[in-house]
């Protein structure tokens, strides 16, 4: 089955501590993408990559960092300078490419820090 | 700069009976406009769409309008069934990304 896949699903991390997200997909998108939700509040892009090698920040990238060296792969890391990492991270993914963007999301990543 | 906008964060409908939830935007080069449908605890799942060349899109018992002149979308759904019940967000698409608004959580009472 072709998806998106998140792990773990639930992470707790220590203050002050660097923690990694994975985000892998086997629907052969071009384009990638990592949100955020917060309680009563709507998605936030943080970063996207539309190709590999190459990615852009979203609305609010401060405190998080990104690689794309596969087209598979776009793992997050939560640095110690996000100030609130507390949240539900969504992964998803696209083809990228023309004007249509449907985009297809990930079961997610609880990330609670202690 | 909120650009997708949810004004009703809750909405409680009579199994059955018609959902319409409804989402304003602000910037005009929006040109893809998207409904998802969200549980808690799991990854959005995409619903429906619509062009902005388009008024109306319809698919089984969802349909969406589109009034570009007054930069508001809605979702129908009838007929309304517990399955329903989740939070819906509308996301408007330019430039490859999508814009989001807060949701709407739907509760469909039996």
């Known amino acids: 089955d072709g998806g998106i896949t998140q792990s773990p699903k639930y992470l707790f991390r220590k203050e002050g501590q660097n923690v990694t997200l994975s985000c892998e997909q086997n629907?052969?998108?071009?384009?990638m993408y990592w949100y955020r939700q917060d309680p009563g509040q709507g998605l936030r892009l943080i970063y996207y990559?539309?190709?590999?090698?190459?990615?852009q920040k979203g609305d609010i990238a401060e405190g998080y960092s990104v690689s794309r060296e596969k087209k598979e792969s776009f793992p997050l890391t939560v640095t110690s300078a996000q100030k609130n990492p507390t949240a539900f991270y969504l992964c998803?993914?696209?083809?990228?490419?023309?004007?249509?963007?449907?985009?297809?999301f990930g079961p997610g990543t609880r990330l609670t820090v202690l | 700069d909120q650009q997708v906008k949810q004004n009703s964060p809750s909405l409680s409908v009579q199994e059955g009976r018609i959902s319409i939830l409804n989402c304003d935007y602000t910037?005009?080069?929006?040109?893809?406009f998207l409904w998802y449908k969200k549980y808690p605890a799991e990854g959005p799942t995409f619903l429906i769409s619509?062009?902005?060349?388009?008024d109306k899109n319809e698919d089984g018992r969802f349909t969406v309008f589109l009034n570009k002149s007054a930069k508001h979308l809605s979702l129908h759904i009838v007929p309304s069934q517990p399955g329903d019940s989740a939070v819906y967000f509308c996301?408007?698409?330019?430039?490859?990304?999508?814009?989001f608004g807060q949701g709407t959580r739907l509760t469909i009472n039996p």
């Open positions: 998803a993914s696209s083809r990228g490419s023309g004007r249509y963007n449907e985009q297809f």
């Open positions: 629907l052969n998108h071009d384009a």
């Open positions: 990559s539309q190709i590999v090698n190459d990615f």
């Open positions: 910037n005009s080069m929006f040109d893809y």
């Open positions: 619509i062009s902005s060349i388009k």
């Open positions: 996301a408007a698409s330019v430039a490859q990304k999508l814009v």
